[in-house]
């Protein structure tokens, strides 16, 4: 745990009493504040007054003690309007912070050169954050791995010289940290996604960008270059005085971190050097991955880890729970879970690096649906629909084969069988469902874990090697 000193011997108000909320209050008070914990959920109350804090509905008090007022990232800020916490707390001069300000506060306080990478962007920041620690762990560091990726920050062990934080942030929690500044910070891409909770692309990408705009003095902004966005990001980045490392999977850079096939390059005043080969590595397959591989290696290299160790911990990534990853072979027929491709452009990751795809895909649709994938649709030979998107998606997969399996019980049953009876050399049943999860699975990793269960159950699927 980091115990959080900078509100010591103040009161902070601390509403969301989930994972990181929890974490927080555990933290505050082991800096010396006083918390008072609120949610609206009973439940959640009982467990942290439990755990011995003060609790109060914070409609009933008063605002005028308190020092900050902690959010979970999962309330909204400003869109699509803000919480009434969020409005209270506005009305009392109160900031408004949460987890990551917090950790940010106790870096610059005990140890500000400690290594601190922030990673974030649309798609990719999961698998990016994993490989970022892996490679420093290979390197021989000391690695704490948390934020958005699982463990809440303020439960990892606290920054010092020789430890390395590395954190994924969504952009609920980058909005929450306004004074954000890692040592090295990843915007791997912005496309459109969660625009019900920022209102707008710009707003989202906006808020994505004060990742790598706060990276502090002497430290590299790394940023995917692939997309309008990003690229606009990057050039005010730079313009503002902080050193930018240029990533890109689409085209030659003349300064900065691209693929090349199967190859990372580095390319600088006009020079090129080879950094890594990311071919035949199953962990880091398809464009995607070289866009993360590339960015976890150019973060890599700006904390002083050597070419050798980079390309063997690279080779030994083991990839990333939920983001395709080979569950095993049956015969012919691999069993590929992606349960993390919550949305189209995920989804387009996963398609694209297969042929003879037999997909499962559905749930709680984002805006747009499937329609931007028209472009991979020759590589299904069948699509298993489930969920509340299953009508939606059967229309605008009109021509290609499809069954409304309606749950992923029956699509595993369905595509195992129809893939293993195909004849094809390299059949792939998919599960990159382009959805969220919440119509039937509480989050995407219990489905991809009903994935996984379903495929061992068929019997004689052997692990991949």
């Known amino acids: 745990m980091i115990p959080v000193t900078s509100f010591a011997g103040q009161t902070v108000a601390v509403f969301g009493l989930g994972g990181s909320g929890l974490a927080s209050c555990h933290a505050l008070k082991a800096g010396g504040a006083e918390v008072i914990a609120s949610d609206d959920d009973a439940g959640k109350l009982a467990e942290a007054a439990k755990a011995g804090f003060v609790t109060a509905d914070l409609r009933t008090v008063s605002w005028s003690h308190f020092a900050a007022l902690v959010l979970t990232p999962g309330v909204p800020l400003t869109h699509p309007v803000p919480h009434w916490t969020v409005l209270a707390a506005r009305q ?51 690695v704490q791995m948390g934020g958005n990726i699982g463990t809440a920050i303020l439960s990892l062990e606290p920054p010092r ?53 706060g990276v502090q003095r002497g ?6 270059v692939d997309d309008r966005w990003c690229q606009a990001a ?105 349960s993390k491709g919550t949305n189209a452009d995920a989804a387009a990751r996963a ?18 649906g499937i329609e931007s994938l028209r472009e991979y649709f020759p590589r299904i030979r069948k699509a298993y629909l489930i969920g509340e998107a299953a009508d939606d998606f059967a229309h605008t997969l009109g021509g290609v084969p499809h069954d409304i399996a309606g749950t992923l019980d029956a699509a595993v049953a369905q595509a195992a069988r129809d893939a293993a009876a195909s004849g094809l050399a390299q059949p792939i ?37």
Request: proline share 4%.
């Open 92 to 142: 009392a001069g109160v900031p408004v912070i949460g987890d990551i300000e917090l950790f940010c506060r106790e870096r610059r306080r005990h140890a500000p050169s400690a290594p601190f990478v922030a990673i974030t962007g649309t798609n990719g920041k999961s698998t990016t954050t994993a490989l970022v620690a892996h490679l420093m762990r290979v390197a021989g560091h000391d």
């Open 161 to 213: 010289l020789g430890r390395v934080h590395v954190v994924e942030m969504s952009s609920y929690q980058i909005d929450l940290a306004p004074s954000l500044d890692p040592l090295v910070g990843i915007l791997l891409n912005v496309s459109e996604d969660h625009l019900d909770r920022h209102g707008s692309i710009d707003h989202y990408a906006a808020v994505k960008e004060r990742l790598v705009a």
């Open 219 to 224: 430290g590299t902004a790394i940023v995917g």
């Open 234 to 338: 990057a050039d005010r980045v730079e313009h503002a005085g902080t050193r930018v490392v240029r990533i890109s999977v689409k085209r030659p850079l003349a300064d900065g971190v691209y693929a090349d096939h199967e190859t990372l390059v580095r390319a600088s005043g006009g020079a090129r050097s080879d950094i890594a080969r990311i071919g035949g590595i199953g962990s880091l397959r398809g464009l995607h991955n070289a866009q993360n591989a590339a960015c976890a290696a150019a973060a890599a290299l700006a904390l002083g880890v050597s070419f050798d160790v980079l390309q063997e911990g690279l080779r030994s990534f083991p990839g990333l729970a939920h983001r395709m990853e080979q569950i095993g072979r049956k015969g012919h027929v691999l069993f590929i879970n992606d």
């Open 351 to 368: 398609l694209s690096s297969f042929n003879d795809i037999f997909w499962i895909a559905g749930g709680k649709p984002k805006t747009g």
């Open 429 to 465: 049943v998919l599960l990159s469902p382009a959805c969220a999860s919440f119509d039937q699975y509480r989050n995407f990793e219990i489905r991809g874990q009903h994935f996984r269960e379903l495929v061992l159950a068929l019997g004689s699927v052997e692990p991949v090697v």
